[in-house]
């Protein structure tokens, strides 16, 4: 039963992905394909972020183990998302010129919060494996609470380009602040365990 809902929860995160390449395939990404590629797997890499973060909280208030045991998994998507955003960003905004692309990382302030989330990302991903877990003990706790600070980044990245509307970016920080104000409110003891 676990796999199966493993295994449906995996093909389920690849379809964005899959829509995306068809998009691809069938030149269908609009006037700025490049830039259409960007934003798309942006906000892929940040809702499975979020969804991430939701996990906890749902396994809690309901008391269904199911929702943590999908955690890494979809973090991991979270930085699979993440990792084609930025590839197709160095691809294809900046076509591996690779002077331009370290400017741009560094004198860009929207970017080099982008990829400072994205390193973040990169080393919860890398020390996700169990043998990581058990290498890493107290501080492996300690450096997975670094995916708040991920998703805080992700956030103001976003907010900075704020090309989208509004409502969206409202969306994700309302978002994101309930799911940082739970974890507060429960610390706090204000949400009964
Ligand atoms: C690796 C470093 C990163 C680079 C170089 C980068 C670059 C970009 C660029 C060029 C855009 C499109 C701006 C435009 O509209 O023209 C963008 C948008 C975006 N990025 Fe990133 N990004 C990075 C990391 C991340 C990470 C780690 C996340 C989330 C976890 C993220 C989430 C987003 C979102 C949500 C958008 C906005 C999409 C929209 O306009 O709706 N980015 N990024």
């Known amino acids: 039963m676990d796999i199966l809902l493993k ?3 995996f ?3 690849l379809v964005p992905f899959f829509l995306l390449l068809i998009r691809v395939q069938q ?4 006037p700025d394909p490049a830039q259409e590629l960007s934003i798309e797997t942006g906000e892929w890499a940040l809702r ?16 269904e183990v199911r929702f943590v045991r999908q955690r890494r998994m979809l973090g991991l998507f979270a930085l699979f998302y993440a990792s084609v955003h930025f590839l197709s960003w160095m691809a294809f905004i900046l ?3 690779w002077m331009a692309i370290a400017e741009e990382l560094l004198e860009r302030p929207y970017i080099t919060i982008g990829f400072a989330a994205y390193l973040i990302i990169l080393a919860l991903g890398v020390t996700s494996p169990r043998a990581m877990v058990r290498r890493l ?14 998703a805080v980044l992700a956030l103001i990245h976003l907010l900075w380009i704020l090309r989208t509307d509004i409502q969206e970016a409202v969306l994700y920080g309302g978002i994101l602040a309930v ?12 949400i009964k365990r």
Do not use: D, E, S
């Not at 030149?27 to 609009?30: D, I, K, M, Q, V």
């Not at 799911?179 to 204000?190: H, P």
């Open 11 to 13: 093909l389920l995160a």
């Open 48 to 63: 499975f972020l979020l969804i991430t973060l939701a996990l906890t909280p749902l396994a809690q208030l309901t008391g």
């Open 137 to 150: 003990g107290k501080n492996w706790k300690r450096l997975h609470k670094l995916i708040y600070l991920a």
């Open 95 to 97: 076509g591996f010129r």
């Open 27 to 30: 030149n269908n990404l609009g």
């Open 7 to 9: 295994r449906t929860v």
């Open 179 to 190: 799911l940082l104000g739970y974890r507060v409110f429960r610390k706090l003891g204000l």
